[in-house]
């Protein structure tokens, strides 16, 4: 079976400070992991993903994520904090072409001015 | 125009009343799910559809179905609406990542259900 776990439903971060976002898995096989992001009434959109390869991944609007299989982790960051990335961030897992998506339970991201 | 648009957008309705919602895509996916969202609950998969002759549950079916009607369409229903079912219900449609290593989905904007 496979979980996701993200620490912290709602964090609140300075403009300009560092954004963290945790993220956990579980899984049996090595899995593909992404992380989306949902702005107020719209629908979820990719931020990133990890499937093979280099463990640091890089998205859109400067944010980056890094897997680490050791620690089973695969948290968000993004060096600068802007307005505009407030928004509820999900971290979700499959297995390599799986039919299935495991999502997390989301983190709300304040951003204050 | 939306890769992948939700009919309708919000709706309230009464328990006991049938609801289906609507799903078009333009991706030419093959793949296509039903998703809700409650909050602190994350996303729950409803059912998900590998082609037009493939329908699969998900982890919370009851009282939902589906029908595939065409490749580009996959519509929800709801045979008798009862209150726990108001949530935020997304469709989504992948392709089988051959391509890009890993199927990635695209969420329409959402369709959001409220039973009194």
């Known amino acids: 079976a496979q979980s996701v776990t993200q620490l912290g439903s709602h964090v609140s971060v300075s403009e300009g400070a560092l954004v963290l976002l945790r993220c956990n898995y579980s899984?049996?096989?090595?899995?593909?992991l992404f992380w989306y992001v949902q702005y107020p009434n719209q629908g979820l959109q990719l931020l990133l993903k990890?499937?093979?390869?280099?463990?640091l991944v890089k998205g859109i609007n400067g944010f980056e994520a890094e897997f680490k299989k050791s620690e089973t982790s695969f948290h968000l960051t993004k060096p600068s904090a802007h307005m505009s990335d407030a928004a509820e961030y999900f971290c979700a897992v499959s297995r390599n072409t799986g039919n299935q998506f495991y999502f997390g339970t989301g983190t709300s991201l304040t951003v204050i001015p | 125009d939306a890769d992948v648009t939700q009919t309708p957008r919000n709706r309230i309705t009464k328990t006991g009343k049938r609801i289906m919602l609507e799903c078009s895509q333009t991706k030419g996916h093959d793949r296509m799910y039903w998703y809700r969202q409650d909050p602190g609950l994350g996303l729950r998969l409803i059912y998900y559809?590998?082609?037009?002759?493939?329908?699969n549950k998900g982890e919370i079916s009851d009282g939902y179905s589906v029908s595939r009607q065409a490749q580009a369409k996959f519509s929800l229903s709801l045979e008798s609406a009862i209150p726990n079912q108001t949530a935020l219900y997304f469709c989504?449609?992948?392709?089988?990542?051959?391509?890009?290593?890993?199927?990635?989905?695209?969420f329409g904007a959402g369709s959001r259900l409220t039973v009194l």
């Open positions: 559809s590998f082609d037009v002759k493939d329908i």
């Open positions: 990890y499937t093979t390869g280099a463990t």
């Open positions: 899984s049996s096989v090595p899995p593909y």
């Open positions: 989504a449609t992948s392709d089988p990542g051959l391509i890009t290593g890993a199927n990635v989905l695209t």
